[in-house]
């Protein structure tokens, strides 16, 4: 089946909490099925039917590669629906989207379940490379003594993790993370504090005004017990009331 206008049915998605708060313990694949789980209950469609499953994330969890094809299965569609998953940084989500509209243009599929998930909370530390190799070495090491002298040549700079979040959010060609990216933008557009500051104000106050309709698409609390934590997340905490515009 081949049509020339992609259509946005229904969509639902989990609450927006901060960032090592309610949701830490929830990864990515988990948070999307929940959210895939939730639509497919909501739009009653036949999983069978789905032509395949399109998600965006940026740093997909180490345990679940692929991560669009966990979600899918995990959700309960079928074996044979494929899945795929997109990364485009900030507009991974999109990508999937606009990876849904090729697809239908090319005559691939009509009906997608696109998203995007992610976990800000659990992207991991790192090792170095210098003490992941010597952890390799740890690792071989057979007798008491080849463990001893392993062991020996660690430092303590092997202990000090490289941050997984800084990594992702830095230009490796550049150098610039966002926020540096934000002021070279800033600057050469001749975008002023007063300016932005009024733009994200007038956004907060729009989404506030329809705080009600936005709760319609989170479609409940989550609540489950985690390695014996309770996980509770009922409303989205990106929304503050009484906010008001300050000077820089």
């Known amino acids: 089946?081949?049509?020339?206008?992609?259509?946005?049915?229904?969509?639902?998605?989990?609450?927006?909490?901060?960032?090592?708060?309610?949701?830490?313990?929830?990864?990515?694949?988990?948070?999307?099925?929940?959210?895939?789980?939730?639509?497919?209950?909501?739009?009653?469609?036949?999983?069978?039917?789905?032509?395949?499953?399109?998600?965006?994330c940026v740093a997909q969890p180490a345990d679940a590669a692929n991560v669009a094809r966990v979600i899918a299965l995990r959700a309960g569609i079928p074996e044979h629906v494929p899945a795929i998953t997109v990364h485009r940084n900030c507009a991974s989500g999109c990508e999937a989207i606009t990876q849904a509209q090729e697809k239908m243009l090319a005559g691939r599929g009509s009906?997608?379940?696109?998203?995007?998930?992610?976990?800000?909370?659990?992207?991991?530390?790192?090792y170095n490379y210098s003490a992941a190799q010597k952890f390799g070495k740890l690792a071989r090491a057979k007798s008491f003594w080849q463990k001893l002298g392993a062991f020996a040549a660690f430092r303590p700079s092997d202990f000090q993790p490289r941050?997984?979040?800084?990594?992702?959010?830095t230009d490796p060609?550049?150098?610039?993370?966002?926020?540096?990216?934000?002021?070279?933008?800033?600057?050469?557009?001749?975008?002023t504090r007063e300016l932005q500051d009024s733009f994200a104000m007038e956004s907060h106050a729009r989404a506030l005004a329809n705080f009600a309709e936005i709760q319609l698409k989170v479609f409940g609390p989550i609540r489950r017990r985690v390695k014996r934590q309770r996980i509770q997340g009922g409303a989205c905490k990106s929304l503050r009331v009484g906010v008001t515009q300050r000077g820089p």
């Open 1 to 56: 089946m081949s049509a020339t206008r992609l259509v946005i049915v229904d969509g639902v998605r989990t609450p927006f909490s901060k960032m090592g708060t309610d949701l830490a313990h929830l990864g990515a694949d988990e948070l999307g099925r929940i959210a895939v789980s939730a639509l497919l209950a909501k739009t009653g469609i036949d999983p069978a039917i789905i032509d395949e499953v399109i998600f965006g």
């Open 111 to 126: 009906i997608f379940i696109v998203g995007g998930a992610e976990s800000m909370s659990q992207v991991p530390l790192l």
């Open 173 to 191: 060609v550049c150098g610039l993370n966002m926020g540096d990216t934000a002021e070279v933008l800033a600057r050469e557009l001749g975008i």
């Open 163 to 169: 941050i997984g979040l800084q990594l992702g959010l």
